[in-house]
């Protein structure tokens, strides 16, 4: 196939905007250096991405041994009860998502991962601009975890898995363009997926970590990390930091 030529699946072009990297062979073992350079991806990628959408952010990352990542049933639970408003919504959302048992298994295939934390604006994330603002964040978030889990791929380990924080933001429900409708009371769009339609984000949608069991304020805290739950009572001025949280599963 010619580069000129134009092809699209969906709605996306899926020919890349370059063909400059070096073929890597297949590795059956994590390199630390690998792990170490993923790392440093995440970081700069943090604040190229939010950059790239007007805004600013921050991003720290760490490599993660997988026994220190916290599987744990009541996470997935408390999609369910009391119901998420969003429950169904997408493919990557309960009762969708891997369950606690599959995340186990996912989890034991790999030997390391690189956790990631997305720190955009603590203004993002207090009520109500929350409500409008934060599928931005997520969408922001998962392309953090996107560009790193594609280097680990050019790394040479093909079966690298990327998950993030929060919910499908990419199109239908939480949206940006639909979220703050929905809480006006409007119909939001609904997941192609569910309409017998290929992904529009296909390459690019993910579970959210919680959907999938994954308890991220004590995975954090096996890093060394502090995280912070606004609520919609809590001022501004009473958040120290917002944290939302990726992992990319390398081996």
Known sequence: MKNEKKMKLGLRN?????????VTRIKTKVEQKDLEALVQAAEKAGPAVAEK????????????????????????????????????????????????EEMRRIVSGYEYGIFLRYMPPVSDHVYPDFIAKGGMNVNELNEVVSIVETEAQYQGYPLAMGFKGGPCCLCGLFSPEWLEEFFEGKTPGRCPVFQGKTCHHYLQARPALEACSVDVFATARNVGWDTYLPLPEHPEESVPCVSWYGLVLVG
């Open 14 to 22: 899926p020919l890349p905007k370059q063909q400059n990297r070096a």
């Open 53 to 100: 959408a007007g805004r600013t952010a921050q991003s720290e990352a760490k490599i993660i041994s997988v026994d220190k990542i916290v599987v744990d049933e009541r996470v997935r639970w408390k999609c369910i009860i009391p119901i998420c408003f969003g429950y169904g919504s997408s493919p990557n959302c309960p009762p969708h998502s891997p369950t606690a």
